[in-house]
């Protein structure tokens, strides 16, 4: 991807390219070269869940509490 997008534009892209794969008339050649881009997409947007997941952990760990860890009463 030529520029660093943001985990929202990510999943519209993807979508769109998930949309058109459905569609099931895109020629071999085309739907190939968008699969790919798919599959970048997805990296990316897995790589930026771990990060905030990480970040997130880190700031309960922080806390003094245990990440996801349940209550009493809960």
Known sequence: MAKELT??????KLEVIVERLEEGDV?????LHIYKQ?????KICHDKLKVVEEQLTKVITED???PFQMQEGD
Do not use: D, K
């Open 7 to 12: 985990f929202e534009q990510a999943m519209e």
């Open 27 to 31: 020629p071999l050649e085309e739907a």
């Open 38 to 42: 798919g599959i970048e997409l997805s």
């Open 64 to 66: 003094g509490e245990e």
